[in-house]
């Protein structure tokens, strides 16, 4: 059982990082035309039109808490004197807000997959394996929020949030996430999964938010030189 | 002055048959593939009618181009954050529906289908999902005024000129509009993309898609007005029309331009002012960005700009071509050619000679003789629905400069009529219209002849800050999913080229019959006969 610890989480995470790092600059360097999308709004619009924005931003805002409740140790929000309590009810009603959205979002957006013929034609293998891994880890997250607030009896912040952290300084911290509640043990294995993943599948699409459309000006100008160029004359223009 | 150079394109709609050749030739070529089964990269609509894909022209529903906020120009469809905001379901986005379902059939069931006392048909197939599918719409479905009047309503420019003359129309007056993406000097689709993918092209201004850049975030579909760019639901890319990009660096006209059997497209270079664009596209009144434009327009001619164009790195035969340049002398010299929808503010750069057949041909119907150039003017002025229609498209609705183009044209007829049948030229025709005959008989050289190397003036592609040895590396068409990887791709290259290449050994010993000059039997016309045959 100890050895299995050890490798869950001391050793796996250190693989999946080298898996995501190594396979995302593999997927960048080898396919950038592979970088996209893959809209099928060509095909439906009236779901998607619902789905697509509520699934997204729940999920944006389900990362934004992740980031404060991995990365903000509970000395900090008490040194901030932010009582616990406080912070555990923003963190339950926001945390099961945005959850619940993207829940509910990826809900109709799979609906729709199933449902609309020429979206459903568009599913590749890798969507596939993705979608039933990305539904099981955003279940497996809402539930540990929800059950957590119901009973009360685990603080992450003092388990799964220190083991994440000391993960950074290369120390990990096993018996901590060893003792968590399985729920979240489950979570955060399907998560590593879904990092693991990341690179091969459609979810490399989330680095492309083109966050620098906001700074650049409208009209984009390139020589015809510079565009032969791109990634040793692999810039095919239509 | 910063002076730039874009090849630009003119077509004269008088001589469009609506024959579709060039969308077929330009599908062949670019479009044939997975993914881009519904896309036209040229297509050739009837006007009035509601064009491809429908109704595209009503920008209050697709939100296209440019609109002026308190005097500065913003995509209509919002601009930076409120793109981002909508970046995962555009609201503005055209569906398959709106084009077209593309389809095909299964031919396999004329000739597997049980014996029956029925003939088998061959019934159509979804090209998207595969599944049978009833065909109630395509991308010319209106075609030569198909379908009756209720499909007139479809059509936003007609919606403008109001209801009663709807019917009216339809009797007199049609033509046909063949269009490309106009790869304009202020293109709302490159503004709309957030990845920066598409770019204008400093050399030539040829608006592309960086295929490794898109993220398919579509964007520029609701961007561009004109609807002429266009997502390839496989690879989850845009792609758009590329002027023949490979082509036009070899100085050769593009795929429609050199297959129209019409012969009315012509190419060449435009020099313009890139300091006055902005400003141009930003006129408060849509009637003044016509004049707007053509102020924006360089003349080649003028030492000035020779000087002020090599100062700003044109090649000293790009110049020289810009002179010779049919595009120019169209638009600018004889102002007969009109840009196509200016109000939506982008500064489209492929232009019309506006139709003045469908003007003569009610003409003669009424027994007049459709030539006389008193007759051809006084028609010119009482077809105003026609005329009013067509300002609609190339002018923002004044009808002056319309008018003052077709009574060039009317006036071209009256006199070159006199000439050929033998009567003295006179000069007062011309005079009517501000020209000179010889003026005159140049135009009628350009339009009526229409040479080929008259129509094509396009001067090879060189590299921006010469020397950039980058350049010769090639179009970059044979990278992984594009063109150049399919066999057949190689015939972009073979295109033109002369028979004995390198692009003739796909032919494997066999002839190219489109340059077999009929004479003879050379080798590999037929095939080798079997061993012991007949
Ligand atoms: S016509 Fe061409 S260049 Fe102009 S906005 Fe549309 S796609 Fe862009
Ligand atoms: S090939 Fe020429 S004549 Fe035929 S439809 Fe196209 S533009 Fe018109």
Same mark, same amino acid.
């Given at each position: 059982?100890?050895h299995?610890?050890i490798?869950l989480?001391?050793v796996?995470?250190?693989?999946v990082?080298?898996?995501?790092? /190594?396979?995302s600059?593999?997927?960048y360097?080898?396919?950038?035309f592979?970088?996209?999308?893959?809209?099928t709004?060509?095909?439906?619009?009236?779901l998607?039109?619902?789905?697509g924005p509520?699934?997204?931003?729940?999920l944006?805002?389900?990362?934004?808490?992740?980031?404060?409740? %991995?990365?903000?140790? !509970?000395?900090?929000?008490?040194a901030?004197r932010l009582p !616990?309590s406080?912070y555990r009810?923003?963190?339950?009603?926001?945390?099961g807000?945005a959850?619940?959205? /993207?829940?509910a979002?990826?809900g109709?957006l799979?609906?729709r997959?199933l449902?609309?013929?020429?979206?459903r034609?568009?599913?590749?293998?890798g969507?596939?394996l993705?979608?039933?891994?990305?539904?099981?880890?955003l279940?497996a997250?809402l539930?540990t929020?929800l059950?957590g607030?119901a009973t *009360?009896?685990?603080?992450?912040?003092?388990?799964v949030?220190?083991?994440f952290?000391?993960l950074?300084?290369l120390?990990?911290?096993?018996?901590?996430?060893?003792?968590?509640p399985?729920?979240?043990?489950?979570?955060t294995a399907?998560g590593m999964?879904?990092?693991?993943l990341?690179?091969?599948s459609r979810?490399?699409?989330?680095?492309a938010?083109?966050l620098g459309y906001?700074?650049?000006?409208?009209?984009?100008?390139?020589s015809?030189?510079a565009?032969?160029?791109v990634?040793?004359?692999?810039?095919?223009a239509? | 002055?910063?002076?730039?150079?874009?090849i630009?394109?003119? %077509?004269?709609l008088d001589?469009?048959?609506?024959c579709?050749?060039c969308s077929?030739?330009c599908?062949q070529?670019?479009?044939?593939?997975?993914?881009?089964e519904y896309?036209?990269?040229n297509n050739v609509?009837t006007r009035?009618g509601?064009?491809?894909?429908r109704?595209?022209e009503?920008?209050?529903?697709?939100?296209?181009?440019?609109?002026l906020?308190?005097?500065?120009?913003v995509?209509?469809?919002? *601009?930076?954050?409120r793109?981002?905001?909508r970046?995962f379901?555009n609201?503005?986005?055209?569906?398959?529906d709106?084009?077209?379902?593309?389809?095909?059939?299964?031919?396999?069931n004329?000739?597997?289908a049980?014996?029956g006392?029925?003939?088998?048909?061959?019934p159509p197939?979804s090209?998207?999902?595969?599944?049978? %599918?009833?065909?109630t719409?395509?991308p010319?479905?209106?075609?030569?005024? *198909? *379908?009756g009047p209720?499909h007139l309503?479809g059509d936003?420019?007609?919606?403008?000129?109001?209801d009663?003359?709807?019917?009216?129309?339809?009797q007199?007056?049609m033509?046909y509009l063949?269009?490309i993406c106009?790869?304009?000097?202020?293109p709302?689709?490159v503004?709309?993309?957030?990845s920066?993918?598409?770019?204008?092209?400093?050399?030539?201004?040829?608006v592309?898609v960086?295929q490794d850049?898109c993220r398919?975030?579509?964007?520029?579909v609701?961007g561009?007005?004109y609807k002429k760019?266009y997502?390839?639901h496989q690879?989850?890319?845009? !792609?758009?029309?590329?002027?023949?990009?490979?082509?036009v660096e070899?100085g050769?006209?593009t795929?429609?331009s050199?297959?129209?059997?019409g012969?009315l497209r012509?190419?060449?270079?435009?020099?313009y002012?890139?300091?006055?664009?902005?400003e141009?596209a930003?006129v408060p009144r849509?009637?003044?960005l016509?004049?707007?434009?053509l102020?924006?327009f360089?003349d080649p001619?003028?030492p /000035?700009?020779?000087s002020?164009?090599?100062a700003?790195?044109?090649?000293?035969d790009w110049v020289e071509?810009?002179?010779?340049?049919p595009?120019?002398s169209l638009?600018s010299?004889?102002?007969?050619?009109l840009?196509l929808?200016?109000?939506?503010?982008?500064?489209p750069?492929v232009w019309?000679?506006?139709?003045?057949?469908?003007?003569v041909?009610a003409?003669?119907?009424?027994g007049?003789?459709g030539?006389?150039?008193?007759n051809?003017?006084?028609?010119?002025e009482?077809?105003?629905?026609p005329?009013g229609?067509?300002a609609?498209?190339?002018t923002?609705?004044?009808?002056a400069?319309?008018?003052?183009a077709?009574?060039?044209?009317?006036?071209m007829?009256?006199h070159?009529?006199?000439?050929?049948?033998?009567e003295?030229?006179?000069p007062?025709?011309?005079?009517?219209v501000? %020209?000179?005959p010889?003026?005159?008989?140049?135009m009628?050289r350009l339009l009526?002849l229409?040479?080929y190397?008259?129509?094509?003036?396009?001067?090879? /592609?060189?590299?921006?800050?010469?020397g950039?040895?980058?350049?010769?590396?090639?179009?970059?068409l044979d990278?992984p999913g594009?063109p150049?990887m399919?066999e057949?791709?190689?015939?972009?290259a073979?295109?033109?080229?002369?028979p004995g290449t390198?692009?003739d050994?796909?032919l494997r010993?066999r002839?190219?019959?489109?340059n077999w000059?009929?004479?003879g039997?050379?080798?590999g016309?037929?095939?080798p006969?079997a061993?012991?045959?007949r």
């Amino acid at each position: 059982m100890k050895h299995l610890q050890i490798a869950l989480w001391g050793v796996l995470p250190y693989l999946v990082l080298v898996l995501f790092v /190594a396979g995302s600059a593999w997927r960048y360097r080898y396919d950038r035309f592979g970088l996209t999308t893959r809209s099928t709004q060509l095909h439906e619009s009236r779901l998607l039109g619902v789905g697509g924005p509520v699934f997204h931003f729940g999920l944006l805002f389900v990362v934004a808490g992740h980031v404060v409740g %991995m990365l903000v140790p !509970e000395s900090v929000t008490n040194a901030l004197r932010l009582p !616990e309590s406080v912070y555990r009810e923003n963190a339950l009603v926001a945390g099961g807000a945005a959850g619940l959205a /993207a829940v509910a979002g990826l809900g109709i957006l799979l609906w729709r997959r199933l449902r609309v013929p020429a979206v459903r034609r568009t599913t590749s293998r890798g969507d596939r394996l993705l979608y039933p891994v990305l539904a099981t880890v955003l279940l497996a997250g809402l539930w540990t929020t929800l059950a957590g607030a119901a009973t *009360g009896s685990y603080d992450y912040r003092l388990g799964v949030s220190v083991w994440f952290r000391s993960l950074f300084v290369l120390d990990p911290d096993v018996p901590a996430m060893a003792h968590a509640p399985f729920a979240f043990q489950f979570h955060t294995a399907l998560g590593m999964l879904l990092f693991a993943l990341w690179p091969f599948s459609r979810l490399v699409h989330a680095f492309a938010a083109p966050l620098g459309y906001l700074v650049r000006p409208y009209i984009v100008y390139r020589s015809r030189g510079a565009s032969a160029g791109v990634g040793a004359g692999r810039g095919v223009a239509r | 002055m910063r002076v730039m150079a874009q090849i630009a394109m003119v %077509m004269n709609l008088d001589k469009c048959i609506g024959c579709h050749t060039c969308s077929v030739t330009c599908k062949q070529t670019w479009t044939n593939r997975a993914g881009t089964e519904y896309v036209w990269f040229n297509n050739v609509e009837t006007r009035p009618g509601q064009g491809y894909p429908r109704g595209y022209e009503d920008q209050d529903r697709w939100k296209g181009g440019w609109r002026l906020a308190h005097g500065r120009l913003v995509p209509r469809a919002g *601009g930076r954050v409120r793109r981002l905001a909508r970046l995962f379901a555009n609201p503005e986005l055209p569906l398959l529906d709106d084009y077209y379902q593309p389809w095909t059939y299964d031919y396999d069931n004329l000739t597997t289908a049980p014996l029956g006392d029925d003939v088998p048909t061959a019934p159509p197939r979804s090209l998207v999902d595969g599944r049978p %599918m009833a065909v109630t719409w395509g991308p010319n479905w209106d075609d030569d005024l *198909g *379908g009756g009047p209720g499909h007139l309503a479809g059509d936003p420019v007609l919606r403008k000129i109001g209801d009663d003359v709807r019917l009216q129309y339809e009797q007199s007056f049609m033509f046909y509009l063949p269009r490309i993406c106009e790869h304009c000097l202020n293109p709302s689709c490159v503004a709309a993309c957030p990845s920066g993918a598409l770019y204008k092209r400093v050399e030539d201004g040829i608006v592309l898609v960086d295929q490794d850049r898109c993220r398919g975030w579509r964007m520029c579909v609701t961007g561009c007005p004109y609807k002429k760019v266009y997502f390839n639901h496989q690879t989850g890319k845009a !792609e758009k029309c590329t002027m023949c990009y490979p082509r036009v660096e070899a100085g050769e006209p593009t795929v429609c331009s050199e297959t129209c059997v019409g012969r009315l497209r012509y190419l060449g270079v435009m020099l313009y002012d890139a300091d006055r664009v902005g400003e141009a596209a930003s006129v408060p009144r849509e009637e003044d960005l016509y004049p707007a434009q053509l102020g924006c327009f360089l003349d080649p001619g003028d030492p /000035a700009v020779a000087s002020a164009a090599e100062a700003s790195g044109i090649p000293h035969d790009w110049v020289e071509a810009a002179r010779r340049s049919p595009v120019y002398s169209l638009i600018s010299r004889y102002r007969v050619a009109l840009p196509l929808h200016p109000e939506y503010r982008t500064m489209p750069m492929v232009w019309y000679v506006p139709p003045l057949s469908p003007i003569v041909d009610a003409l003669a119907e009424t027994g007049h003789d459709g030539e006389e150039v008193g007759n051809l003017f006084g028609a010119i002025e009482s077809l105003r629905i026609p005329l009013g229609y067509l300002a609609g498209l190339f002018t923002a609705g004044d009808i002056a400069p319309v008018e003052a183009a077709l009574r060039r044209l009317a006036a071209m007829r009256a006199h070159m009529r006199r000439l050929n049948l033998g009567e003295d030229a006179d000069p007062a025709i011309a005079a009517r219209v501000d %020209m000179e005959p010889a003026q005159i008989e140049r135009m009628y050289r350009l339009l009526a002849l229409a040479k080929y190397d008259e129509r094509y003036v396009i001067p090879t /592609a060189y590299a921006a800050g010469a020397g950039a040895g980058d350049a010769v590396a090639g179009c970059g068409l044979d990278a992984p999913g594009g063109p150049g990887m399919l066999e057949t791709g190689a015939g972009v290259a073979a295109f033109h080229a002369p028979p004995g290449t390198a692009a003739d050994d796909r032919l494997r010993g066999r002839i190219n019959l489109l340059n077999w000059d009929g004479k003879g039997l050379p080798a590999g016309l037929f095939p080798p006969r079997a061993e012991g045959g007949r």
